[in-house]
């Protein structure tokens, strides 16, 4: 923060590092599962959590890590953050998770109890929030930077058009459009 830099921190679950992160200051804690005592301290001073939900399956179903279920206990932290309050981000934690798979982390927040458009702020506007840079990012608005994708079926219905992009547009220039042949 002295440098006029947001942190983050990268969490393994152990609730008194967490606690010792979210008292310093940190903005975001990444990954989990957070306690209740975690989630008590981020809804106060407004810590955003970025669960990486997609993560904790591939580890559990993988048993590389031991015969541990992270994925419940991640679930359940999402659902009790997000009850208490907490701005809620998306992330994927590449390279654990394969770039090709991320969109399935929407779908995962989704069954944490997160509306589809909850789920969509994940990615826009409470992430744009969370780096301090609603000014730019996170809706599409005049004076803006003109970041936005967009899907052949609304993602408010179906989460799963997500995985599927056919139009990107980064800072005004279109950089994939499907619509037109090369």
Do not use: C, I, W
């Given at each position: 923060h002295r440098l006029n830099r947001k942190v983050a921190t990268h969490s393994?679950?152990?609730?008194?590092a967490n606690l010792l992160a979210i008292e310093a200051g940190t903005d975001t804690l990444e990954h989990g599962p957070v306690s209740d005592a975690d989630i008590a301290a981020m809804?106060?001073?407004?810590?955003?959590?970025?669960?990486?939900?997609?993560?904790a399956k591939l580890a559990s179903e993988s048993g590389a890590l031991g015969p541990v279920d992270f994925f419940k206990p991640a679930v359940d932290s999402v659902r009790n953050a997000h009850a208490a309050g907490v701005p809620l981000l998306f992330?994927?934690?590449?390279?654990v998770v394969p770039f090709d798979g991320t969109a399935q982390e929407f779908l995962l927040l989704a069954s944490a109890g997160l509306t589809p458009a909850e789920v969509l702020a994940t990615a826009t506007t409470n992430a744009a929030k969370a780096l301090g840079m609603e000014a730019q990012l996170g809706?599409?608005?005049?004076?803006?930077?003109?970041?936005?994708v967009a899907?052949?079926?609304n993602p408010l219905s179906d989460l799963k058009v997500l995985a599927s992009?056919?139009?990107?547009?980064?800072?005004?220039?279109v950089v994939r459009?499907?619509?037109?042949?090369?």
């Open positions: 393994s679950g152990l609730s008194a809804a106060a001073r407004g810590t955003a959590y970025t669960p990486t939900l997609l993560a992330g994927s934690d590449v390279p809706t599409v608005a005049v004076g803006k930077l003109a970041d936005m899907f052949g079926a992009p056919v139009f990107v547009m980064q800072e005004g220039k459009n499907d619509a037109v042949k090369h």
